[in-house]
């Protein structure tokens, strides 16, 4: 297993600014994501965090909107850029295994962002 | 694209009762599903997965089902605890390692 350490745990924030999100990993892993969670909603992934190269993203996002750094492998940013009402939601940092493909991913707390 | 969905949004039901969960899927090439919990203010937790070459796997008080004929996945839970009342994710993987999360459905455990 992994613990996962993300902060802030929540924050509220204006309209038109930007907040970065850190994800700490206790151990080195390969695969290491980034989820949105809008209320009630389920998990959509944003992009995976690539050590040492630009992150790829899913069809919606674009880096612009969500940079994303991974400076190694234990951890990864998440900024969201020029934020609006429409960008709260739960962030969440992910990593995986590719051990046997396993699809038992470890989850941070999340971190919830209300804008106003 | 294709997608993975829940029948059920909200299942309330009285402690120690069984509880079912289920989840359509319609992406014939997926061959390995989870199931996730995530409580009030927690992040998903792995409960249990099945991959496609079974029908049934048991965990402790958890059971998946997978009927890949009607691409129907369902989450037993048997003598369902207080503690068991949270959201509960359906996902599936197909050639990638990302697991694609369905809609949810909340179980409410009433004492």
């Known amino acids: 297993s992994a613990v996962i350490s993300q902060k802030p745990s929540r924050d509220i924030c204006q309209r038109g600014t930007s907040l970065t999100i850190q994800c700490q990993v206790d151990?080195?892993?390969?695969?290491m994501f980034w989820y949105r969670q809008q209320p009630g909603q389920s998990l959509t992934l944003i992009a995976t965090?690539?050590?040492?190269?630009?992150?790829?993203?899913e069809s919606g996002f674009v880096i612009d909107k969500f940079p994303i750094s991974r400076p190694n492998l234990t951890f990864s940013t998440l900024t969201v850029s020029n934020m609006s009402p429409e960008d709260s939601s739960i962030y969440l940092c992910?990593?995986?295994?590719?051990?046997?493909?396993?699809?038992?991913?470890?989850f941070g707390e999340g971190s919830r962002l209300t804008v106003l | 694209g294709e997608s993975v969905g829940l029948h059920l949004p909200t299942l309330s039901v009285q402690e120690g009762d069984n509880s079912i969960i289920n989840c359509a899927y319609s992406?014939?090439?997926?061959?390995?599903f989870i199931w996730y919990k995530q409580e009030s203010g927690k992040g998903p937790q792995f409960i249990i997965d099945?991959?496609?070459?079974?029908d049934k796997r048991q965990g402790q008080r958890v059971t998946v089902l997978l009927n890949k004929t009607v691409k129907h996945l369902s989450l037993q839970i048997a003598a369902t605890q207080p503690g068991d009342s949270a959201v509960y994710f359906c996902?599936?993987?197909?050639?990638?390692?990302?697991?694609?999360f369905g809609r949810g459905t909340s179980l409410i455990v009433h004492p």
């Open positions: 151990s080195q892993v390969t695969m």
């Open positions: 099945i991959r496609s070459n079974m």
């Open positions: 996902a599936e993987m197909g050639g990638s390692y990302i697991p694609t």
């Open positions: 992406n014939s090439a997926s061959d390995y």
């Open positions: 965090a690539n050590q040492g190269s630009e992150a790829t993203y």
């Open positions: 992910s990593v995986g295994s590719k051990v046997g493909n396993t699809g038992e991913l470890f």
